[in-house]
């Protein structure tokens, strides 16, 4: 799915468009003890109650693609008799109204989620009746021909509020606030079949990790049977090693600068675009390549980016680069600059050592204050003579 894709979808977590028919809910205690559960028609919960189940919902197709949204497809096996797909797709298929399908999916989740506070699973069910488009993106409403069944599940932790003071309107007092437990915004949660090009994909899930550098890979094996993507950190740093493992001796400070500068471009290129700037094995050896890479270097490339990165694995060039920063660092000094001028920044040798050149120009401050950087003149008047040298 896309940011397009993805929003159309967001888009129905409103009263007045709202595809969500049931819902269910298992709360969950650090103990992995199921201590109530929710079965209800969504429409029949008040207005209040829905607002706050849409902003988690949302919430959980929120962030950026190949960071906390990441696209997950199901290997063949999992799409047989008796796997994790066929799974989800009887759920589906009940419209959550087979309990023992329901019970058998919350206890899957809390055999396999690993929090050790209380937390709340929420499940629900929605028919989306996808309109029409015109050439020119207009929906019409009376055009549709398909629908976009789907599943959706949050995990969202439940804590105890902060204890305080709060003002008491009926006895217009100061007192102690009653401590409650809140259900927060959700850690993890998935979004099934994919909504690709607009229509039903079941051989994949969208999937959300609220914190992008901890995805939960055994969580995603055991209860989906997929393969855990790399997360974006994990990304970055397999990139970072093939960068440096490849080049060798040759890993120079304009060659890896670069390297950054093609990415940028290329995701600045695309900035408009709904999908995410992705690299293939092939797209980054020729990323290199252009990048003056030699081919002796290149020989093992191959076999080095899948020790690194995997295979089949695609990397995200917003995960591999930071287009506001680019960062040079020693081990006594940090120098951050913006990526497109970094190209100002020169290495050259002074008495013997390799320095960074850092033009000062324009208004130059240290510890917030301005100093002068104008150029100190030569001296060109004639030095007065030495009367002892008469």
């Not at 096996?77 to 797709?89: A, K, P, S, V």
């Not at 100061?174 to 259900?183: P, S």
Request: hydrophobic share 35%; with cysteine.
């Amino acid at each position: 799915m896309n940011k397009k894709e993805i929003s159309e979808i967001k888009k129905q977590f409103t009263v007045q468009h709202c595809s969500i028919d049931r819902i269910r809910g298992c709360y969950v205690d650090g103990e992995k003890n199921k201590k109530t559960e929710l079965k209800e028609a969504f429409l029949s919960l008040s207005e209040e109650e829905m607002f706050k189940y849409f902003e988690i919902f949302r919430k959980a197709l929120s962030g950026t693609i190949g960071k906390n949204l990441m696209n997950m497809e199901f290997p063949l096996e999992q799409e047989m008799e008796g796997g994790t797909q066929e799974f989800l797709l009887k759920l589906r298929a009940s419209g959550l109204k087979d309990d023992v399908l329901v019970e058998e999916f919350f206890d899957r989740i809390i055999a396999n989620y690993e929090y050790g506070e209380n937390y709340y699973i929420i499940l629900i069910h929605a028919v989306y009746d996808i309109p029409g488009k015109t050439s020119d993106g207009l929906d019409m409403e009376d055009a549709s021909d398909e629908i976009y069944d789907h599943i959706m599940c949050c995990i969202c932790p439940v804590n105890l509020t902060k204890a305080g003071l709060c003002y008491n309107a009926e006895t217009n007092s100061i007192q102690d606030r009653i401590r409650d437990w809140l259900v927060e915004m959700p850690d993890l949660g998935f979004l099934f079949p994919l909504f690709n090009d607009r229509s039903t994909d079941i051989h994949g899930m969208l999937y959300y990790s609220r914190n992008a550098e901890t995805l939960r890979t055994e969580f995603i094996e055991e209860v989906f049977g997929c393969r855990p993507p790399l997360s974006a950190g994990g990304q970055r740093d397999s990139f970072n090693a093939l960068v440096e493992d490849t080049l060798g001796e040759d890993c120079a400070y304009d060659t890896v600068l670069n390297i950054h500068e093609k990415l940028n471009e290329l995701i600045d290129a695309q900035k408009d675009e709904p999908d995410p700037v992705t690299l293939t094995k092939s797209e980054v050896r020729r990323l290199f390549e252009e990048c003056g890479v030699t081919e002796d270097r290149l020989e093992d490339f191959d076999e080095q980016f899948e020790s690194k990165a995997g295979e089949k694995s695609t990397l995200v060039a917003s995960n591999l680069t930071n287009t506001r920063s680019f960062e040079i660092k020693t081990p006594d000094v940090v120098v951050k600059v913006s990526p497109e001028r970094a190209v100002l920044i020169e290495t050259q040798y002074i008495d013997g050592r390799k320095c960074l050149i850092i033009p000062m120009e324009g208004e130059v401050e240290v510890n917030g204050i301005r100093v002068h950087t104008r150029q100190a003149s030569a001296l060109t008047e004639e030095e007065p003579e030495d009367p002892d040298n008469e």
